[in-house]
């Protein structure tokens, strides 16, 4: 583990991305200081260019964009980690006992199959529209669909470990198959799974943004980058900067979390990256 | 007075075990019998496919479900017979009173788990150690397996190991909880010549510290020669001959082990007549396939001293003293 920690972040790619990702952590955690009132209307100034007191430039109703965009950091950032944090345990669990017990397996794999026969974004607005809108709402309605994917993964690396001798081995020595998959296979889904925990929130930063596009996302009382685009649509030809600028936000956390876990697959598994 | 032998660790009655095959049964051990005395070496040799392995996965109930099972005989155990027990007293003695080193050291260690846990965990499921316990335990049997620092390699993993070294580590695992019986399935196969010595030379050092019992499968006769008791021949699923390494090799009574005799390479060895002159000694033909069910002695094909009688009836295993036993209709006495 401790080479991992070193080679990890002489990967040029993952120390870029974390750069990058602490930036818009610490701009989320710190956003009451360094940015205003998100919702203070102000009439006078509606749809300003950027300038020297506003950053990004003024909506239709005079709210500040840059503290719009700061507020709108949380949510893409509490929607990512979120999602990626659900979807990857409930798939680890889910994955294990499927790779383990065929019988199961060939019931929650069906399931799984139907999940993903359905475009992610479909179901989660069907999920929304069932319950009120709501953050927590967002997250489970982005997390349920990126399940499958998580389970198939887990449950490949499963059978392939599976047929290992030093399975063969722990159950002649008399381990239990609970033991068994907890101790000796769960270790080996890890640094795939970490990998895939990457894309399912970068993929959940714009589900959640897409969402909110559509109006079916966070509630407009929260800024998110996803409405704030929405909102800006409107009035792209005379202020582009109001979707410009949680566009480009929007671009940089999901490149750089992308960035983040290519250079894991890559400092994980040695053999692929020498190759590519 | 007669001399009366002490009951056996580990008795074997007419075992056979079948794999399921989509073009019928298949009998890969056909009634094999065996006695395994306390603190002996029993040397199990035949060729690949001869049903070596799978008696011992028999032993241990590892046949995997779908494709085989153990269809008649029995394993006699401590006052229990391990082809019925159920899945839960297996697991109570796999790894504690029966336990096994595989033939695939780099394969057979967990490559995420250092070694030291690795010992110390079947001493967790079966003796209910602490973990502290268990570790100190596993550094002592580090040290016992000859492994030098062995603090220190505890809390490595498989990779940091040599291949030597990793068997020596399986070596400790399967004897921590101090078994009565160790099936050792090609222990040296994997290994260079050095370190099989060395790994052999530790597992009687070690038998005989532990008091366990030694089931070695091998196809190597010069292992035989050197650290086995008894041996047992088998071919084709059958075991074909029994006896003290000794006899056994001064005097085969199978033409089979008769030419695997013959065959061991030696030094200015080879064929003395013929068009072969030059070769080295061989059996001639091939194993019979075990799916093809035959009539007769199954040797017969490739037996120079094969008559009618052996294609048509298979020879059963005879005793021809108190610790021999041969089955073929034509032994050789000479």
Known sequence: ?276 | MSLQLPAPVLRIDGLSTEFFTPGGNVCAVNKLSMRLQQKETLCLVGESGCGKSVTALSLMRLIPEKQGAITSGSIHFEDKDLAVESESTMRRIRGNKISMIFQEPMTSLNPVITVGDQISESLRIHKKLSSRQATKIATDMLALVRIADPARRALEYPHQLSGGMRQRVMIAIALACEPSVLIADEPTTALDVTIQAQILELILELKESVKTSVLLITHDLGVVAEVGQRIAVMYAGRKVEEGPVNDVFDQPFHPYTQGLLESIPRRGSSSKVGPSRGQLPEIPGFVPSIREASVGCAFATRCKKASPQCGVSAPELVAQSDDRAVACWHPNFD
Request: contains cysteine; hydrophobic residues 55%; charged residues 15%.
């Open chain 1, 1 to 276: 583990m401790k080479d991992f920690r070193l080679s990890a972040f002489s990967q040029p790619t993952i120390l870029a991305g974390s750069v990058i990702i602490l930036i818009f952590v610490l701009t989320a955690c710190l956003a009451p200081l360094i940015a205003g009132d998100p919702l203070n209307f102000d009439p006078l100034n509606r749809l300003k260019k950027p300038s020297e007191s506003f950053f990004f430039g003024t909506d239709q109703l005079g709210r500040d964009l840059y503290s719009r965009v700061v507020y709108g950091t949380r949510v893409s950032l509490i929607v990512g980690l979120s999602v990626a944090l659900i979807a990857t345990s409930i798939g680890l669990i889910l994955g294990i006992i499927c790779g383990y017990l065929e019988r199961v397996d060939a019931i929650v794999m069906r399931v799984m199959d139907g999940m993903m026969a359905i475009p992610s974004i479909l179901l989660a607005i069907a999920l929304i529209t069932l319950m009120k809108a709501s953050l927590l709402i967002v997250i489970v309605a982005i997390a349920i669909p990126e399940i499958p994917r998580v389970v198939r993964l887990v449950r490949s690396v499963v059978l392939g470990v599976k047929a290992l001798p030093y399975i063969e081995a722990a159950i002649a020595s008399g381990t239990k198959t609970k033991r068994l998959m907890i101790r000796h296979i769960l270790p080996s889904t890890i640094p795939p799974l970490i990998v895939q925990a990457t894309y399912v929130c970068a993929s959940a930063i714009l589900t959640e943004a897409g969402l909110s596009f559509l109006g079916a996302g966070t509630p407009p009382e929260i800024p998110s980058w996803g409405n704030l685009i929405s909102g800006g649509r409107a009035f792209f030809q005379i202020s582009p900067w109001l979707i410009f600028f949680p566009g480009l936000m929007l671009a940089i956390t999901v490149l750089a979390i992308n960035l983040i876990g290519d250079g894991m697959r890559d400092s994980l598994d040695p053999r692929i990256a020498k190759r590519i």
